[in-house]
């Protein structure tokens, strides 16, 4: 039922003794190093001079041999950064700026460059990121407006599944973004369930949402739904091209067809109740086989290859009835 259509390797998690699969939970544990890559927890023995590809600022300027991030680059509110300014303040560490200042000119990159978000690009302003032009601009523009690459998609009889989003049960997803960002949409499952929206009522920038009550409006013809969001938060960014081309989402549910982003104080917490790689198959696979029995009660068995299983159920078997779709898939009143 379930296939890997793209697998991690050993040189996407970088070189170390054994590494492994982990989740949310896992991140605090001592025996191992915790890594968030691809937006999915590994967990790291490292051998001797090891690399990774999530590196801490802290690592990457020299100060420490080897430290993966593992608060999405949220340095404001990592525990780790706040111990190491502890230690700067009572000098028994240099901090990471000044062991950049003490590189040559041209090894003195952006922050952003030494954490893998950006392409190479010297800092210009001696590592005071709050004077930064380009830092802000970085952080709550060009980060948020960024469309995601799914990883790890599997296939859950014909609906796309990537291991680094999470889902809550009324069909959408957040995938974890830098700095307390979390991005959101419907899932595959969803819009082939619905079929193509010719709209989306999505809610304004600057809007608090609440997780498990209406977050947005999903439109077909006379048919509306409303749509969970599936995490806390104030809207940062709302995907401008979904209001002209809805059609998007359809075609790259968790790629181009992202809704918003959010930010949220506590971004660990905001996974807690949502599903993750390992849930959100098996979750998946018992959505499908209600939808089958549903299609079932109404055309009759289904052929060997899925039957009604298309980009547009409903179109297909418009019997199914909206309410009773979105009211079983949706969580609609």
């Given at each position: 039922m379930v296939e890997n259509l793209k697998k991690g390797k050993r040189d996407q998690v970088g070189y170390g003794s054994s590494y492994r699969r982990g989740t949310e939970g896992d991140l605090g544990a001592k025996s191992e190093i915790g890594s968030v890559l691809g937006r999915q927890v590994w967990l790291i023995k490292p051998e001797k001079g090891a690399e990774t590809s999530n590196p801490c600022l802290w690592m990457q300027a020299g100060v420490v041999d080897f430290k993966n991030c593992n608060n999405f680059y949220d340095c404001?509110?990592?525990?780790?950064?706040?111990?190491?300014?502890?230690?700067?303040?009572?000098?028994?560490?240099?901090?990471?700026?000044?062991?950049?200042?003490?590189?040559?000119?041209?090894?003195?990159?952006?922050?952003?460059?030494?954490?893998?978000?950006?392409?190479?690009?010297?800092?210009?302003?001696?590592?005071?990121?709050?004077?930064?032009d380009f830092d802000q601009a970085f952080e709550d523009v060009f980060s948020p407006k960024?469309?995601?690459?799914?990883?790890?998609?599997?296939?859950?009889?014909?609906?796309?599944?990537?291991?680094?989003?999470?889902?809550?049960?009324?069909?959408?997803?957040?995938?974890?973004?830098?700095?307390?960002?979390?991005?959101?949409?419907?899932?595959?499952?969803?819009?082939?369930?619905?079929?193509?929206?010719?709209?989306f009522d999505l809610p304004l920038t600057g809007k608090e949402i609440s997780q498990g009550t209406a977050g947005w409006g999903f439109k077909r013809e006379a048919n509306q739904a409303e749509v969970l969001s599936p995490v806390n938060g104030v809207i940062v960014e709302v995907n401008a091209r979904m209001r002209e081309q809805p059609g998007i989402a359809n075609r790259e549910p968790y790629a181009g067809g992202w809704l918003f982003v959010v930010h949220t104080p506590e971004i660990k917490s905001a996974f807690k109740t949502l599903m993750d790689d390992s849930g959100s198959l098996t979750w998946m696979a018992g959505e499908v086989n209600k939808l089958e029995g549903m299609i079932e009660a109404v055309a009759g068995p289904l052929a060997a290859d899925g039957g009604y299983m298309t980009d547009d159920i409903y179109g297909s078997l418009p019997g199914l009835g909206w309410k009773n779709l979105t009211r079983t898939f949706l969580k609609n009143p």
């Amino acid at each position: 039922m379930v296939e890997n259509l793209k697998k991690g390797k050993r040189d996407q998690v970088g070189y170390g003794s054994s590494y492994r699969r982990g989740t949310e939970g896992d991140l605090g544990a001592k025996s191992e190093i915790g890594s968030v890559l691809g937006r999915q927890v590994w967990l790291i023995k490292p051998e001797k001079g090891a690399e990774t590809s999530n590196p801490c600022l802290w690592m990457q300027a020299g100060v420490v041999d080897f430290k993966n991030c593992n608060n999405f680059y949220d340095c404001t509110r990592c525990k780790y950064d706040q111990g190491m300014l502890k230690q700067v303040e009572r000098g028994k560490q240099i901090s990471w700026q000044d062991a950049m200042r003490k590189k040559s000119a041209l090894a003195r990159v952006c922050r952003h460059s030494l954490t893998h978000r950006i392409e190479r690009r010297v800092c210009a302003y001696d590592y005071e990121c709050s004077k930064c032009d380009f830092d802000q601009a970085f952080e709550d523009v060009f980060s948020p407006k960024a469309s995601p690459q799914p990883f790890g998609v599997r296939d859950v009889k014909g609906f796309q599944v990537p291991s680094d989003c999470y889902f809550h049960e009324g069909h959408t997803w957040a995938q974890i973004e830098s700095g307390g960002y979390l991005r959101v949409g419907m899932d595959d499952f969803a819009l082939k369930l619905l079929g193509k929206a010719d709209a989306f009522d999505l809610p304004l920038t600057g809007k608090e949402i609440s997780q498990g009550t209406a977050g947005w409006g999903f439109k077909r013809e006379a048919n509306q739904a409303e749509v969970l969001s599936p995490v806390n938060g104030v809207i940062v960014e709302v995907n401008a091209r979904m209001r002209e081309q809805p059609g998007i989402a359809n075609r790259e549910p968790y790629a181009g067809g992202w809704l918003f982003v959010v930010h949220t104080p506590e971004i660990k917490s905001a996974f807690k109740t949502l599903m993750d790689d390992s849930g959100s198959l098996t979750w998946m696979a018992g959505e499908v086989n209600k939808l089958e029995g549903m299609i079932e009660a109404v055309a009759g068995p289904l052929a060997a290859d899925g039957g009604y299983m298309t980009d547009d159920i409903y179109g297909s078997l418009p019997g199914l009835g909206w309410k009773n779709l979105t009211r079983t898939f949706l969580k609609n009143p």
